[in-house]
């Protein structure tokens, strides 16, 4: 579950620094990411790391506008662009690394018609070296002072006991006197997908640092908005609900992932609002609602909602890219749609389609238990991923993160430029 960061909105809104755009420039046969600011951050620090390379920007008291998704790394050194929040004020973006490359960094005061400017170069080996380049053509840039070398971070064997596990609630769709779809040789969709699901709360347990919920442990039916409510009242971080499709054609195949569409957000929102007895119950009952006027309620519920969509769509496409190593897909991208179990404000929710139950050929393969465990563990492995990425605060995930983070680190450079005085700007 996301801890929603709105309750803080005041203070976010006054941060020294919001990146407004961000993009990758080539120059030279070299590149440079450079991000604009509305305001110089508090300090910076930008380091390399290995196994595996990357770029890392920290900016003290700072967030993000701009969209990360958008920037062409075709040709480029960089693989992938990622952020998160850091240390509840902090940002942190990460540039993961198709081969490595040193890092020189420079931050630009403002001048006429220009915002603040972080500029990161990165340089490849085989790359023309910094006293041979073209200068980057931004104004009034100042180099970032080199920082002494870090103390090596401490570091513990041995995870902290108030550490929580990751919890994953697991939704069988159907049940009881629902049977779902059914498919050749009276498959049916509630069977299937009960067996896949408890299949994935195995592998989940077996898992340090993860805890399945199953929402659904036998054949018995539950209303479709109370899969949401069960899911969060076990405190589960995300929703996977587990589905088998079914279509006239019986030769329609392959799995699908869905989460909600900004449509289905947006009508959510208005329900929740409208609905008082909801309103102290959203954001997992750590926001109320019902003593905020109409237009901060909305504004903290369509930031929820967001915030949530995004997780859910990058939670889904690890699933998705997964899932391909074991069946064949429906849509090679994360689809949206209005389901109801997808429908919580503040739990990042996908439901996976584990084929077509109506195709003779997949249903044979839905029966079998092997391949029920084949699916299995292509969920797990995408959910994994997400959170290898994304891990939630206080998880034992995120402490051997930061462990692996600090090893690296001992080793690495980083620069820190300090907040200009009054009489410097």
Do not use: C
């Not at 053509?137 to 550490?163: E, G, N, V």
């Amino acid at each position: 579950m996301i801890a929603f960061w709105a309750i803080a909105l005041p203070g976010s809104l006054h941060a020294a620094a919001v990146i407004e755009h961000a993009r990758l420039v080539r120059d030279a046969g070299n590149f440079r990411l450079e991000l604009d600011l509305s305001g110089a951050p508090t300090s910076y620090k930008v380091f390399t790391m290995q196994a595996p390379d990357r770029v890392v920007i920290d900016l003290d008291n700072a967030q993000l506008r701009a969209s990360l998704r958008g920037i062409d790394l075709a040709n480029s050194p960089v693989r992938n662009l990622r952020s998160g929040i850091r240390d509840g004020t902090g940002l942190r973006i990460v540039m993961d690394l198709a081969q490595r490359v040193s890092a020189q960094s420079a931050i630009s005061a403002p001048t006429a018609g220009n915002p603040h400017r972080l500029v990161v170069n990165l340089q490849t080996p085989g790359s023309r070296t910094a006293s041979t380049a073209r200068p980057v053509t931004t104004p009034s840039l100042a180099k970032a002072p080199t920082a002494p070398r870090p103390a090596p971070a401490t570091t513990h064997s041995h995870p902290p006991a108030k550490l929580r596990n990751v919890v994953i609630a697991i939704d069988a769709g159907h049940g009881g006197e629902d049977p779902g779809a059914i498919g050749p040789a009276r498959t049916h969709e509630k069977q299937v997908v009960l067996a896949i699901s408890k299949a994935l709360a195995t592998l989940v347990n077996r898992e340090p640092g993860y805890r399945a919920v199953l929402v659904r442990t036998g054949d018995y039916f539950i209303p479709l908005a109370k899969r949401p409510a069960i899911a969060r009242r076990a405190g589960a971080d995300i929703m996977v609900s587990v589905h088998a499709d079914a279509f006239d054609n019986d030769t329609a195949n392959g799995a699908s992932v869905y989460a909600l569409s900004q449509r289905g957000a947006t009508s959510e929102t208005a329900k929740y609002l409208a609905d008082r007895e909801n309103r102290a119950d959203l954001i997992g009952g750590s926001v109320a609602l019902n003593d905020k006027d109409p237009v901060l309620a909305g504004v903290i519920l369509d930031l929820a909602m967001t915030a949530t969509l995004n997780h859910s769509l990058q939670l889904g496409d690890q699933v998705l890219k997964s899932m391909a190593g074991v069946s064949r897909l429906h849509n090679h991208r994360v689809e949206q749609a209005g389901f109801v179990v997808l429908k919580s404000p503040d739990m990042p929710s996908i439901l996976v389609e584990t084929g077509f139950i109506s195709n003779p050929g997949e249903a044979r393969k839905l029966r079998d238990p092997a391949h029920q465990k084949r699916l299995a563990s292509a969920i797990f492995t995408g959910v994994k991923r997400h959170f290898e990425r994304h891990p939630p605060d206080g998880t034992r995930i995120a402490w051997e993160q930061r462990q692996r983070s600090s090893r690296s680190e001992q080793a690495a450079v980083s620069t820190t430029v300090p907040q200009p005085s009054i009489a410097q700007r």
